[in-house]
């Protein structure tokens, strides 16, 4: 597809920038420096209407110069208010397919949960998510999962998947915000909620007690909704998730990330309490994605090795002609 005409400029100018885009990743004092760390780039609540695709283009572009093993998408690639379409769906499978590297991507709220408002069109979101998944995971072109060996929950959740590599085991789940598409009032989405946190809940531990599982160092967790660390057990539809949480800190011996979206900040921490103690595990840490109006993403380095064994490196397009490293 030709490109508006600015922004082949942005696209030449994140070529000829991209290296300066990219911090040197935090290496632990003393470690033996065998391999290079694992590093890929992390992005999500993008975009959210037709301003920010040049961006975000420029952006991918960007990212995709350094030829990341995979580039992640953490959902919400609309607003909750704009129409649920399948032209959408389209346009950002078309986005997807034409990054040259996997595509990582776990659905967002917006793309489903939320279609049942009257100005995203009033549809059935249980109908809306069978479209993604057709759209997104039906056509093995627009992500290229097959690429880095993945394994699916099934095919009624092709959604949830996981992959190793590196020593670091990877698990796509799908938890969305607006209370995890949970709600009393429908019979219809209460079903949808429970199937699909069982699906969550059997397909990691299947994750883990596998031989990839087993032999991880570190664990890397991506899901679209802000779980709400804050908020105590929080709402019900994620009380589910943040109870696994804390169980797999037990089952799991090395250091866990979680990757997620949903409020549109940048966030990089360790909000997981360990109830016993009441203080935070500091073998997990949690990145959120900056989100529109910021068209932004993060680079995350992985070295189980380190002392500090998770790096992030936001990186922001501040506007069509030029792209910054946030310090």
């Known amino acids: 597809m030709r490109q508006p005409p600015r922004f082949s400029r942005v696209f030449v100018r994140a070529l000829a920038l991209a290296s300066l885009l990219i911090a040197p990743a935090v290496l632990a004092q003393g470690a033996a420096v065998s391999a290079a760390p694992l590093r890929f780039f992390a992005l999500g609540d993008l975009p959210y209407g037709a301003p920010e695709i040049a961006p975000l283009k420029a952006l991918l572009a960007a990212a995709a110069v350094q030829r990341p093993p ?12 704009s129409p649920c379409t399948d032209e959408e ?14 595509l990582v991507y776990t659905p967002g709220d917006n793309e489903w949960t939320d279609c049942h408002r009257a100005a995203a069109g009033g549809y059935d979101p249980r109908a809306r998510l069978k479209r993604v998944r057709e759209v997104f995971y039906g056509d093995p072109t627009v992500l290229r999962l097959a690429a880095l060996g993945v394994t699916h929950a099934g095919p009624r959740f092709p959604e949830v998947y996981g992959f190793a590599l590196d ?4 698990v796509a789940l799908h938890v969305v915000g607006s209370d995890n598409g949970r709600n009393p009032a429908e019979p219809g989405a209460m079903a949808e909620f429970a199937a699909r946190e069982a699906a969550n809940q059997a397909f990691l531990t299947r994750m883990l007690d596998s031989a990839p599982g087993r032999a991880a160092r570190a664990l890397v967790l991506m899901v679209q ?40 900040w940048y966030r990089h921490d360790h909000p997981l309490l360990d109830p016993a103690r009441g203080t935070p595990f500091e073998r997990f840490t949690r990145v959120e994605v900056p989100g529109a109006p910021i068209v932004g993403g993060v680079w995350i380095t992985v070295d189980p090795s380190a002392l500090q064994p998770f790096h992030s490196d936001p990186v922001y397009a501040t506007s069509l002609d030029s792209l910054v490293l946030q310090p």
């Open 70 to 81: 995979f580039i992640v998408h953490v959902g919400d690639f609309k607003s909750g208010s």
């Open 89 to 102: 769906l389209r346009d950002i499978a078309a986005l997807f397919r034409a990054v040259p590297v996997p």
């Open 167 to 170: 020593g670091v085991l990877f």
């Open 225 to 264: 909704a802000d779980p709400l660390f804050d908020r105590g057990r929080g709402p019900p539809g994620l009380r589910g998730f943040k109870d696994r949480l804390i169980a797999l800190m037990g089952q799991f011996s090395g250091p866990v990330l979680l990757i997620h979206g949903d409020t549109h």
